[in-house]
């Protein structure tokens, strides 16, 4: 006689996964991985494997030996974090033992000391970076020249962002809308291309991992406000599309912003928090110490996520 | 194409037992008739040990509000008063039968003749559809004479008759459409004088085409028919979603569907109001589909009630395949699983879905990641993770706060789940004791 | 730079006055009077907030006593008679002395097992699977083995045994009910702990007919009434096909033990049979020990 299985209903289940959600994000990542091994050459695919390799190491040693939980390595939420956390340092040499302090501290303190993945307050790539950033503020700042494709030469060479640039004085006069679409300026490795990542975008908004909300409120607010400021003062402040085009917004908007564990739920607090991202990070770029401020922003946003989950409920039926 | 507006998923179909005509089954050696197949009070028994029956004889009487008819599936002898385990095991009074011959009640008209007009007025109607034992065969198993008997002060404006079959798998309301559209459409006809409403509505989606224009054809020759295509997502068949989608109006939280002018009943119920109405046979029988991707062949059948899952697993397809991991009665959303096979069948009994071992099992559960499927799938508006968190906690009173009342239990948050959290198990729960709570507070 | 000094802190100094005012006021003004008493009271209670008083927690226990101002009705059992006369000398009344009580699972795990026809895969909590069926044994009046119970002890006192019955633990076990209240099948009791923690129970609280009961569980309670024949001192009543020991009566002489022909009627703590070294009196509970013996012990 069979044993027959009893549950509630429903009985089926959609093909949906933590896992498979967690994977697409990574395949989203890869158009942008491949544009920072382009443009940053062979220190870029380093870093980003250390990076990778020490996050996964560390959430198995933290499950292992001090929650002894079975291991969710497997579930690429630590890939997420490790190539997040690449992306987000610059692609130099002296990084390859320092984003291992990053993956520590983004696994170890930003993630498991929570409870593990869906328990962190705080985006886990963020956390490791605003540290290093902190802590090594030399190497952090300290950027490759981008020089064509595939460069062999990686000696000293030190380059500067577009925003740090600007916060000293003014752009460098030949950067182009073009290179920065394209990426073919300085920075973070994985934030220079923005065609790249809005490739990676498309997919996770074609795969529903995403929504348009956070994104579009993120970079439409950075675009309306800097666009404001700068018809005021187009002296002293970069035009709207160069804004959006340079530094972290993109990377932040459509991969750290959208991170499902520490953004709002309801629609309405995704534009809720998209917008404060956005406002928030003119503010710290044009008013703050730092010539950047998207990682700050989205981690103040992060902070009261859970209040902006409690204020924005979802439109209830026939209410 | 029209729909509800909010939430809803899509799950896979499986209408494999779609071309599969319906048959008769035939009568076995004894019947068991459970006394409390509806919403509400068991009926009180009528017969006692010893008594011959006809089919069709009333067995068990309604006497209190709650309650509907019982009627013999079957001629015989009564074996005994007794009690007997349902389908999930929980005894509930019967009465059991021996069968003898198959004679029926000379009342009962057995023509295949369709008979069209209907003279009754519209509380005769209401006061023979309790007579009949007839209940709402969607699932709930709602007598229809409270149903239908609207009251004081409300007026129903629209009939909806539910031909959605949203679930996966269920094709039995197909079949009566395509088999028997003519006497549904009396049936809808005669709700519909009952009611007084000038138009009755079919919703049914638009998977299944042959129906539709079937219907749409049938219907014509009808008053105030109207059939109505709906695309395909679940929970369409859900009362409040059919009717957001059918007329546009919104039942609001806590009210029923007369409280906005409408009617809903199921394309299987109208049959039996047919029948019951023009041939005047009792609810003794249900059109069930056995079906299962992996059984050797799919069938729609007429099972007189009482019929054990047993007696139909084994004319059907034999025995259960060796890798049978679950049998439900009903579709897969809503359906429960069913523990005990010896267990007749009763009244809205419209499946019996064999599903395999390895599809059967739910998946290991892990932490929510907070990604709002279940928030976006809720036909409802409401938020499950939240209530999995409030109910883990014993917070009731915030559950209650957050209207967990509203749920419908359709399952689209545990279906659309990520980390497999038993999300809809976990909300009844939360309601169950929200109702406790509300109880003990009185 | 002195004068800047001054005024800081004459500013300061002015604050922190206007404060301290402000704070004086809005302290008299809603002050709450509230009998000391009841913080001594609460300060004797051993602040678990289990609810076993049924009251919302230790401190609403002190509240009910010193509004009371006396002890009927009103028992904290985790606290036991140590307690409970603490109060009383603080209250000035006198207490009753309680019979000290344990929580007992009224379900035999022993032949279970064998008799499984499915496979629970739901939601695990015995509340919600007693809404969805009877429960992997069969039994609609049995143990559901998701340990309800478990989650609702704050002491510790009851685990999930190796056969999926819960298992008491009588030393840590202070009889404040949370597992019988947490149980959707009412399988738990609370029973005095008996002389010598010497107890004799029914262990089973099926009600269907005996034939029936027999289907579910070999070690079912069938109602056949030979224990309420046997007992000396009538503490034995059958009612709905169910059996149950009146413990205010019962005087442990095991008659119905050894009467029992399903082996539903447990006795708890009594030596073992003299072979052997006696086994601790956990493991009594703990593993259904064979429990037909003379009743001479």
């Not at chain 1, 695919?45 to 499950?63: H, K």
């Not at chain 1, 498309?202 to 995403?210: G, N, Q, S, T």
């Not at chain 3, 008083?53 to 606290?79: D, H, I, T």
Request: net charge neutral; proline share 6%.
């Amino acid at each position: 006689m069979n044993i027959l299985n009893i549950s509630g209903s429903p009985h089926v289940h959609s093909d949906e996964s933590t896992k498979k959600i967690m994977w697409r994000v990574n395949m989203a990542l890869i158009p942008a991985l491949l544009v920072a091994i382009a443009y940053f050459g062979l220190p870029a695919l380093l870093v980003s494997i250390v990076s990778v390799l020490s996050c996964m190491l560390f959430q198995w040693l933290i499950e292992k030996f001090i929650m002894k939980v079975p291991s969710t390595i497997c579930d690429g939420s630590a890939v997420v974090t490790g190539l997040l956390l690449a992306f987000n340092v610059p692609a130099t040499a002296d990084m390859l033992w320092i984003v291992v302090i990053g993956a520590l501290v983004a696994i170890g303190i930003g993630k498991m000391s929570f409870g593990g993945l869906g328990k962190n307050p705080f985006n886990p790539a963020l956390v490791g970076r605003v540290f290093l950033l902190i802590s090594f503020p030399v190497q952090m700042t300290t950027w490759p020249v981008v020089d064509g494709f595939f460069p062999t030469n990686f000696d000293l060479a030190t380059g500067a962002t577009p925003l740090g640039a600007f916060k000293e004085g003014a752009l460098p006069a030949d950067i182009t809308l073009w290179d920065a679409f394209l990426g073919h300026i300085g920075g973070s490795m994985g934030e220079v291309s923005a065609i790249a990542i809005l490739l990676g975008a498309a997919f996770l908004l074609w795969k529903k991992v995403i929504t348009w909300h956070i994104p579009v409120a993120f970079i439409g607010t950075a675009f309306l406000f800097s666009g404001i400021l700068w018809l005021v003062d187009p002296s002293a402040y970069m035009d709207p599309v160069m804004t959006i085009l340079t530094g972290g917004i993109m990377l932040g908007a459509c991969f750290m912003a959208t991170d499902m564990v520490t953004s709002p739920m309801a629609k309405s607090g995704q534009l809720l928090f998209g917008f404060g991202c956005g406002l928030l990070t003119i503010i710290i770029r044009n008013w703050g110490a730092y010539p950047e401020g998207v990682s700050f922003a989205i981690l103040i946003m992060n902070s009261i996520t859970p209040l902006i989950n409690r204020w924005c409920k979802p439109k209830r039926f026939a209410v | 194409m029209k729909t509800f507006k909010m939430g809803g998923v899509h799950p896979e179909e499986n209408k494999i037992s779609n071309d599969a005509a319906i048959e008769v089954m035939p009568v076995g050696k004894q019947m068991v008739v459970l006394m409390n197949q509806h919403l509400g009070a068991p009926a009180t028994p009528v017969v006692q040990k010893g008594d011959k029956v006809k089919v069709g004889q009333l067995i068990g009487e309604a006497q209190t509000f709650m309650c509907a008819n019982v009627h013999s599936p079957v001629s015989g002898t009564v074996l005994k008063v007794d009690s007997c385990k349902d389908a999930f095991g929980i005894s509930k009074p019967a009465v059991y039968i021996n069968v003898e011959g198959d004679e029926w009640m000379e009342s009962i008209d057995r023509t295949p003749d369709i008979k069209r007009e209907c003279t009754l007025e519209p509380k005769e109607i209401v006061a023979k559809l309790k007579e009949m034992g007839i209940v709402g065969l969607g699932g709930a198993t709602f007598p229809a004479h409270i149903k239908y008997n609207i009251p004081e002060g409300k007026k129903a404006e629209y009939l909806i008759i539910n031909a959605a079959e949203c679930e996966p798998y269920l094709t039995s309301d197909y079949r009566v459409m395509i088999e028997h559209a003519e006497e549904c459409c009396i049936g809808i006809s005669i709700l519909r004088k009952a009611l007084g409403v000038p138009n009755a509505y079919i919703g049914i989606e638009s998977n299944k085409p042959q129906a539709i224009a079937h219907m749409t054809e049938v219907a014509r020759q009808f008053e105030g028919i109207i059939v109505e295509p709906l695309k395909v997502k679940y929970p369409q068949g859900a009362e409040k979603q059919l009717i957001n989608a059918v007329t546009g109006r919104k039942v609001p939280s806590g009210k029923l569907p007369i409280d906005v002018g409408c009617v809903v009943s199921n394309m299987g119920t109208t049959f039996a109001v047919y029948e019951a109405i023009q041939k005047n046979k009792p609810l003794i029988e249900n059109i069930l589909t056995v079906t299962g991707k992996k059984l050797p062949s799919q069938h729609n059948y007429i099972v007189r009630i009482g019929t054990t899952y047993n007696e139909i697993i084994n004319h059907s397809i034999g025995h259960l395949p060796e890798t049978t991991g679950k049998v439900i009665s009903g579709g897969t959303m809503m359906g429960k699983a069913v523990v005990n096979l010896d267990a007749p069948t009763v009244k809205g009994n419209s499946s019996v879905l064999v599903m395999d071992e390895a599809e059967s099992r739910r998946g290991a559960e892990s932490n929510c990641i907070r990604c709002g499927k279940c928030m976006n799938a809720c036909p409802m508006g409401l938020e499950p993770y939240l209530f999995s968190a409030l109910v883990k906690n014993g917070r009731t009173e915030e559950a209650k706060a957050h209207n967990i009342l509203d749920c419908i239990e359709c399952g689209c948050c545990f279906f659309s789940c990520p980390a497999n959290k038993p999300l809809t198990d976990e909300i009844r729960l939360g309601k169950n004791r929200v109702r406790a709570m509300m109880a003990a507070k009185k | 730079m002195t004068q800047q000094i001054l005024i800081a802190v004459i500013v300061l100094g002015a604050l922190g006055i206007l404060f301290a005012a402000l704070l004086y006021i809005v302290a008299q003004k809603f002050k709450v009077v509230e009998d000391p008493l009841i913080d001594e009271v609460a300060e004797v209670l051993p602040g678990a907030n289990c609810g076993g008083c049924g009251k919302a927690g230790c401190r609403a226990f002190a509240e009910a006593c010193v509004q009371q101002g006396n002890m009927e009705g009103l028992r904290c059992a985790p606290g036991g008679d140590a307690v409970m006369q603490k109060i009383g000398q603080l209250l000035g009344c006198s207490v009753e002395q309680g019979e000290p009580m344990v929580a007992v699972v009224r379900c035999n795990p022993a032949n279970c097992g064998d008799k499984r026809r499915s496979n629970y895969d739901g939601l695990r909590s015995c509340a919600f699977e007693a809404t969805v069926y009877t429960g992997e044994s069969g039994c609609p009046f049995g143990c559901l083995g998701c340990g309800d119970c478990v989650a609702a002890c704050q002491f510790d006192a009851i685990h999930m045994g190796p056969d999926g019955v819960p298992v008491v633990d009588a030393d840590k076990c202070t009889a404040c009910g949370a597992c019988a209240k947490a149980c959707p099948r009412r399988v738990i009791e609370l029973r005095n702990k008996g002389r010598k923690d010497r107890r004799v129970y029914v262990s089973c609280v099926n009600k269907e007919k005996g034939a029936v009961a027999m289907k579910s569980c070999s070690n079912a309670c069938i109602g056949c009434g030979k224990c309420e024949k046997v007992c000396p001192v009538s503490a034995i009543t059958v009612t709905d096909n169910l059996s149950y020991i009146d413990y205010t009566k019962c005087i442990a002489c095991r008659k119905c033990v050894v009467e029992c022909p399903t082996k539903a009627i447990k006795d708890v703590g009594f030596p073992a049979p003299a072979v052997k070294p006696a086994p601790k009196p956990e493991a009594v509970e703990a593993t259904a020990q064979p429990v037909a013996e003379p009743a001479k012990a």
